[in-house]
């Protein structure tokens, strides 16, 4: 199939073909081209017809819409009618406060998201920006926009393809594809034909575009550009992703919804009650209504959202978890399972010896991961001299001079030069003793035969300066057992077992472990080369050598303390089966009970998936596709997903995933776009950090809503209360928005400062889809809304009575309401638990800093004439100010009394 760029029609001349299934020759047929490759004039007919080899661009979003994006919210419209209305009551100030914070609101969002559509134009740096191709029978470099199907491609070490190729001829052919396929170590490619439902990562005669040649040569004729290519498909497939809304969106516009129709419905019930109860106009009960919807609607609350949010993104960042996506912080909380990649998330992706079978010493288990040549040896479990073991330090000799590899000493660790296994095989020899440097100046290397898919071993000849020559073999154990008719070293040199090597082959590899076999041959001082005769038989076995891609340390603790927080981990790979339920094992992943195999997921339907993906902890060979359908079945149980990886092949579920995790440091670039958290360190166990700071976040939002609300219930019950007994007003719709966003602003904003409560890991995932008012909260809410409508409108009817004014009635009433939420504040830091303690009174220091600031605000709105002008008030006498606050400290011991009533009964 060949697409073109997204602005001309898609004509399609090449069908969808299992290229992997057919011969060279047949796939010359089928792309009407030949070995010889294409002439310019054909080429570029070609390349008029179905358009440049690159990746459909997606129209983005204008920096306007994307604003506008920011405001589509339920809570941001109640925020902008609460404006609307203060705008008709000729409030201009208050409305445009309310604007502003609509206006900064939406600019956090903004900033927060960043460029959500840079996930596919992202893909576009994994493009080769230059190909060297066979035209007119001559080698030419040409831009690889300009590639077409049938054109020959030629690749080398350090190229990155340029296209979907189907190899023609290889040698020696490495790519490294674990950012497209999750496979950890270069592939070897070949160039026979597979079965048609051979697997993506298994396809060795196709080299994908936007892989690397980590060693070799090869060509190969294009058989896929631009949006048909693997990554094409990727690109395609995020393209059409649908990001799914946050818990908290859900719930909050649930709630939203409700609240509004509530205050509606309020309101008109209110109006038409007091024109036929008490013979007012409709005009005055139209105002009076106003005032009602005023006094009900929050707000701040979006306001103290957003902010609460964003101070949980620095608290993360803190932590080396990067959010990109403001709801996100919210998410996490709530998070049931994390999907991650094997490859470099849970693992190092660092290939480590952790096995040897030396034919004469045993077996010996081997410390240490990663390049870091400090280890040790051991057997059953009692370190050893490998000095001790010259079979041992024969064997590691081997490791090191049939090796390309160079391990270099840096600050920040060390770093290979050369391919992982050889890298993992040179470390294991550093941690037997042995110098590098030294061992090759000793037993320098005369010749040698280079790795090759087709004969799947390394050979190299030394000599020890004495006339001694000797070579060395690494390779598949399979293909050396044939090569070998002996086992050991000097006297114990001994006819081959090999049923023996056989079996403990196959419970090395049923550890997940790749196995390499090793050998060594004596050989002639003449002639001075190496040739496939000379290995072909008569070889020593000395030994067996397992290494695996270690897990992380801390991984292993996140994973564990993920589990004991409800949160059920499930890794998803392009590895094989074997070596994924190995890791998972070393995970504590119970990967005994099932694991899927990428053919397995393949076959099931919809249904199926979503009940064996409950059941399955490891799913391996993997494809894009397979990781996105996992994400969706999971989602489709009710699940809260986080998804983790670094890969291409990872993005089209990061961005599917209710929270995508990338990884920041080793992560592609695409990876890193489609995901709403990064993780600064690459670092696994960062994300149990994040998840902890979510929960606590929501526990924040929870405690701000459960502060604001009671402030709103009193306030139109006050409203209410009036209308009803046909009395004037006792608190303005200025003065109603003051309490609204001062207290809002400065007290509920404490509390988005809370410290994580104690247990907050231990706790289960909360119920993404309960409300996020509980009839427990509903009932606080109420609870306290009364006792602030009967101590304000209590002490206004009080004032009244006394022969007070109006305007000193309403300012007692309004300064009632604010110290009755300074008191209150204390009772919403802990739901449930008691806070008439020490912690409790004193434990937030921002709490005790935002009731100082609000003090000092109150006593302007109290005392400064161009507030009283501006809110109608009135300076108050300190017996006043003592009553006011001994009536607003009744709400503290009340609620107290209401939670140790709970905690009794439960």
């Known amino acids: 199939m060949f697409r073109t760029h997204q602005s001309e029609p898609q004509i399609q001349q090449f069908p969808l073909t299992a290229w992997h299934a057919l011969s060279p020759s047949e796939v010359c047929d089928k792309t009407a081209s030949s070995e010889a490759g294409l002439d310019t004039a054909e080429a570029g007919r070609r390349l008029a017809q179905f358009g440049p080899n690159r990746l459909p661009e997606s129209k983005k979003r204008s920096l306007f819409s994307r604003f506008l994006a920011q405001c589509h919210n339920v809570l941001i419209y109640v925020l902008l009618a609460a404006a609307l209305i203060t705008a008709l009551l000729e409030h201009w100030v208050d409305s445009a406060v309310i604007f502003a914070v609509v206006l900064i609101n939406a600019l956090i ?29 001559s080698k030419q470099n040409i831009p690889a926009e300009q590639l077409v199907v049938g054109d020959v491609v030629f690749l080398q070490a350090g190229d990155k393809v340029p296209a979907d190729l189907r190899l023609l001829q290889i040698k020696n052919l490495q790519l490294q594809e674990a950012a497209l396929t999750g ?33 070799g040569q090869a060509t190969g004729m294009v058989v896929a550009t631009g949006g048909d290519t693997e990554l094409g498909r990727i690109s395609a497939m995020l393209s059409q992703v649908t990001i799914l809304t946050t818990p908290l969106l859900r719930q909050m516009a649930q709630f939203g919804h409700q609240l509004t129709l509530l205050i509606i419905a309020v309101a008109f019930v209110t109006m038409v009650l007091g024109v036929w109860l008490h013979d007012f106009s409709w005009s005055d009960m139209f105002i009076a209504a106003v005032s009602l919807a005023v006094a009900a609607i929050p707000e701040g609350l979006p306001a103290v959202m957003t902010i609460t949010l964003a101070i949980g993104v620095q608290k993360m960042a803190a932590r080396r978890a990067i959010i990109r996506r403001l709801p996100a912080v919210e998410t996490l909380g709530a998070v049931t399972v994390i999907c991650s990649d094997k490859t470099g998330t849970l693992t190092r992706n660092e290939m480590t010896v952790t096995e040897i079978v030396s034919v004469d010493d045993g077996v010996f288990a081997i410390t240490g991961v990663g390049y870091d040549p400090h280890g040790s040896f051991e057997q059953q479990a009692q370190i050893v001299n490998t000095d001790d073991f010259p079979a041992l330090i024969t064997l590691s000799r081997a490791l090191v001079l049939c090796n390309d590899a160079h391990l270099k000493a840096e600050d920040n660790g060390w770093r290979l030069l050369g391919d992982p296994t050889e890298g993992a095989l040179l470390t294991l020899a550093m941690k037997a003793g042995l110098d590098p440097v030294f061992e090759r100046e000793r037993w320098p290397r005369v010749d040698s035969i280079p790795f090759e898919s087709e004969h799947q071993f390394m050979a190299s000849l030394h000599h020890d300066h004495e006339g001694h020559f000797v ?59 190496l040739n496939f ?10 030994g067996l050598v397992g290494m695996i891609d270690p897990p992380r340390q801390e991984a292993i603790d996140a994973v564990r303390e993920c589990q004991s927080a409800g949160i059920k981990v499930k890794m998803i790979t392009g590895d094989h089966v074997v070596t994924a339920a190995a890791i998972a094992e070393k995970m504590g992943l119970g990967a005994g009970e099932i694991a899927l195999e990428g053919q397995m997921i393949e076959s099931m339907d919809d249904m199926a998936l979503a009940s064996a993906v409950s059941k399955a902890s490891v799913f391996a060979r993997a494809t894009p596709e397979h990781k996105l359908r996992l994400v969706t079945a999971l989602q489709a149980n009710g699940e809260v997903v986080a998804m983790t990886g670094d890969g291409v092949n990872d993005a089209p579920a990061l961005k599917r995933a209710d929270v995508g995790t990338a990884m920041g440091q080793n992560g592609t670039e695409v990876a890193k776009e489609a995901a709403e958290m990064v993780l600064a360190d690459d670092n696994f166990a960062s994300i149990v950090n994040a998840v902890e ?79 996020i008012l509980t009839l427990s909260l509903l009932w606080r809410i109420a609870f306290v809304g009364v006792v602030l409508m009967l101590g304000s409108f209590g002490l206004f009817l009080w004032e009244m ?60 709105f109290t005392y400064l004439p161009p507030m009283q002008l501006l809110f109608g008030s009135s300076g108050l006498t300190v017996q006043t100010w003592l009553v006011i606050t001994l009536v607003a400290s009744t709400v503290l011991w009340l609620v107290e009394l209401e939670k140790w009533l709970i905690r009794k009964r439960h």
């Open 183 to 215: 496979e950890s170590l270069p592939v070897s490619k070949a160039i026979d034909p597979l079965p048609e439902d051979t697997v993506l990562a298994d396809r060795d005669c196709l080299a994908f575009s936007g892989t690397l040649v980590t060693c």
């Open 109 to 137: 969002g903004l900033i927060q998201e960043g460029k959500a559509e840079d996930a596919i134009l992202a893909l576009k740096t994994m493009l080769s920006s230059q190909a060297s191709v066979l035209r007119d029978n």
């Open 801 to 860: 009575q006394q022969g007070s004014s109006i305007e000193y009635a309403r300012t007692v009433a309004v300064n009632t309401l604010v110290m009755f939420e300074i008191f209150y504040l204390f009772n919403s830091r802990y739901i449930k638990a008691p806070v008439l303690n020490r912690e409790g009174l004193l434990g937030n220091r921002y709490a005790l800093m935002a009731i100082a600031v609000l003090l000092v605000f109150q006593l302007a």
């Open 533 to 542: 005769d000379d290995v072909a038989d008569g070889l020593t076995l000395i």
């Open 693 to 771: 700071e979510g929960r606590t976040v929501y526990d924040n939002l929870k405690k701000a809503i459960l502060f604001i609300l009671p402030t709103n219930t009193g306030e139109a019950l006050i409203v209410i209360a009036a209308i009803m007994l046909g009395m004037t007003l006792p608190i303005t719709p200025p003065q109603i928005l003051w309490v609204n966003m001062i207290t809002a602003v400065t007290l509920a904003l404490a509390l988005a400062f809370e410290p994580s409560e104690p247990g907050l890991m231990q706790r289960k995932p909360r119920d993404s889809k309960a409300p």
């Open 471 to 529: 070579c060395y073999l690494k390779g598949a154990p399979e293909r050396i057992f044939n090569m070998c008719d002996s086992q050991g070293l000097g006297e114990h040199k001994k006819p081959l077992d090999l049923s023996c090597w056989q079996q403990q082959l196959e419970t090395m590899a049923g550890r997940g472990q790749r196995v390499l076999a090793i050998a060594c041959k004596v050989m002639p001082p003449e002639p001075l080369s």
